[in-house]
């Protein structure tokens, strides 16, 4: 039977190859260090849990709950805006509570994008970002460059070869998965050129709270009048380790908003209402967990830097995130990411996402997720050095797995 029109465009999902793998190998009863699904594994703070508890005992919260997000959700995420970003906003009509940042971008797609229409967006990226639009019926034009001074450049080269002119531009800093962080300056540039060509500016900001070495990373948003043309989305996944809570949020340009906010009404009733406020009690606490979090982190990566540096696998210590954008090692780069991520699940017991998973132009990477604790981040590190040792005295017998078969 043929597939549906959507479904058929969407390639084949690559990190489920990596998951089959890593599940057949755990069946076979092999301890796989599991750096690949960017899950966090910190347990979400007491209190915040505490608040869903008391809540979750009143009946009345029981019913559905509102879409958009409660009011006092939206009030907690605009005082957050103004004490961290400086940035004011009307929690009535500049601000959505959306079910994680990911759904708050495929269904932004599906308000704004007709057929047809062309996205600007980076690559490699986090899929959501190319294919919510895809899957929205829109044209991805992909831009291979960094928030430097080729950024620019690049845009105007992305305008000028495009027919249509395109609708909307995805910034997403701190970046998932390469973990470059933008300036103030980038986006005070990005922001003049966006309202000079007249193009929407999507900005994913998921990783605000995860940073290590200098200033905390800014919002686009920050840029005055930026509000004119931009859309942020942020998550309480990984700033709270509330991953399996579903909770985020959009916020900016009133209209932009307004369609969001429409095309959800007609899709879901919001979170349910404990979790909304047990997530605005998160907002607005002293940001002592946010701390915390950030501390076991900043460690983790310092560990994983060095332990991988001493085992032979060189890997740039990432500013901001909480992932590692490693490039494959010499000898195996001519395999690509999802051959080697295969052979360090067979040969390593390790798991990372193949950087292809991100786009093309991610295939000479692999995604490291600093979500083991720090002594099994050490014990990845052994068993990557004793996989490169081996290597290295007999490189014939590292082929691609699928020559297994």
Request: net charge positive.
């Amino acid at each position: 039977m043929e597939e549906f029109h959507k479904v058929r465009r969407l390639p084949p999902y690559v990190f489920e190859q990596v998951n089959r793998l890593k599940a057949s190998a755990r069946s076979r009863g092999a301890d796989i260090i599991d750096l690949g699904m960017g899950n966090p594994d910190l347990p979400t703070p007491k209190a915040i849990v505490d608040k869903l508890c008391e809540v979750v005992r009143d009946p009345r919260t029981h019913r559905y709950s509102s879409s958009r997000g409660i009011p006092g959700l939206r009030r907690a995420q605009a005082a957050y805006y103004a004490r961290r970003f400086g940035v004011k906003l009307n929690p009535d009509t500049q601000v959505v509570a959306t079910l994680g940042s990911k759904e708050g971008f495929a269904n932004m797609a599906q308000a704004i994008t007709a057929p047809g229409d062309v996205i600007l967006c980076p690559n490699p990226t986090y899929p959501i970002h190319a294919f919510g639009f895809i899957m929205s019926g829109g044209v991805i034009r992909s831009l291979q460059v960094e928030p430097d001074d080729g950024f620019i450049p690049a845009l105007e080269r992305g305008v000028r070869h495009s027919i249509p002119k395109p609708l909307a531009l995805i910034l997403n800093y701190p970046s998932n998965p390469t973990a470059l962080v933008a300036s103030l300056d980038f986006y005070k540039d990005v922001v003049a050129f966006a309202k000079k060509n007249d193009i929407i500016i999507l900005s994913d900001l998921a990783y605000s709270e995860i940073y290590f070495d200098g200033n905390p990373p800014p919002s686009v948003l920050q840029v005055p009048g930026a509000i004119d043309v931009c859309v942020e989305f942020t998550s309480m996944s990984k700033t709270f380790s509330m991953p399996g809570w579903r909770m985020g949020f959009a916020v900016g340009n009133e209209r932009l908003i307004s369609a969001l906010t429409r095309v959800k009404s007609y899709l879901d009733y919001g979170a349910f209402t404990p979790i909304q406020v047990a997530a605005a009690h998160a907002l607005n606490g002293d940001g002592a967990d946010i701390a915390e979090v950030r501390d076991i982190y900043h460690k983790r990566r310092d560990v994983m830097v060095d332990a991988f540096g001493r085992a032979g696998w060189t890997i740039p210590a990432p500013a901001a995130s909480m992932f590692a954008w490693a490039p494959i090692p010499e000898p195996f780069r001519h395999l690509g990411s999802l051959e080697f991520s295969k052979l360090l699940i067979e040969h390593a017991d390790v798991a990372v996402a193949p950087g292809v998973g991100f786009g093309e132009h991610g295939d000479n990477f692999v995604r490291l997720a600093l979500v083991e604790n720090e002594h099994r981040i050490r014990q990845a590190a052994r068993n990557i050095k004793r996989f490169l040792s081996a290597s290295a005295k007999q490189p014939n017998n590292v082929v691609p797995l699928s020559a297994h078969r």
